[in-house]
């Protein structure tokens, strides 16, 4: 297995498997914001971009703008970030999660000190903003409040990266409501609560669906997983679903194409279509957020899951980990035991 090789994409490469530890990113200063850049377009086959986004405390807003074609993500981390989708604003906190359609006007601004949030953008290629309007970051920790950005480089990055800026007032942040508890049925632009959407219990595992093909147009699945000490996923592969880990808490053993890794918190994996993996749980519990794009592997979670209304995930089954999978549900699903 290769190294990740995260430089500014130029042409198509092929994707490869890899594990990128916990800051160990190549990181660009964009506009006082510290961009990690997990994987781009060439590591996810055109999928999308991750990124892990971190701020001491903006001063302002991102411009309100739209994108013709691109799916934007935010997945709360730490401290308040608050998020505006068209007529609406909400601040996220730990675990909340927002997302927005193509066409939708949109901005956020990261309100606490250091506000960290998980980020895909599909497809791929957009990240490519961030070569154009950033510098590289080498520092450890972030920029001072007053570090010095050359706004020079946004507007002409704006133009390339399909960021149509919208002049209109930016709506006052509201509290949550009902609707923030609740997946779209189909294509919207939304906010999720940490723990809230469809949720599913799998063999001392508990997925919590938080984007679907659905809603995103085929472009994204995104699941939130959460198991105890020994929780374990047999061996997959997808024929077509690009797929990429970040770990939240907790430790977790993950095999990708063979080889042993041990994820801790803040670590990301990358794991083409092709790429047997298979996952274990070796902390008291664990977190990650599992996303997949280019095909429907992701959705497996709902297949072979059962719906549930619980919030936690319950115990094992006792069975071994292959033979908890039913083949039958993953009819339809780009997923099969390896
Ligand atoms: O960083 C994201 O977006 C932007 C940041 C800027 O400094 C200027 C911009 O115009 C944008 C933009 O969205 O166009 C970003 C990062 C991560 C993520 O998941 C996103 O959805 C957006």
Known sequence: MSEPTLEPQTGPKPATAFVVKSGDARKLLVAGQALHMLAGTAQTNGAYGAVICESVHDKRPIPLHYHDREHDTWLCLRGRLQVWANDSARVLTEGDF??????DVHSYQCVAPLTRFFGIVAPGGWEGFFDMAGEPWEGNGLPELDHPYDFSKMGPAMGKFDVHPVQQDFAPVANGDAT???????????VLQAGQGARYRFD????TVMLNGAISAGALDMVTLEAGRGAAMPALRHATTHVCAYLMDGALELVLDGETHLLHAGDFANIPAGTAYATRVVSGSARWVLTGGNGNGVSLWSRIGTATDVTSYQARSGLLASEAVSVAALEGVDAALV
């Open 98 to 103: 927002a997302y927005v359609q193509p066409g």
């Open 204 to 207: 001392g595992h508990l997925a």
């Open 180 to 190: 923030d508890r609740v997946l779209p049925e189909g294509p919207a632009s939304y």
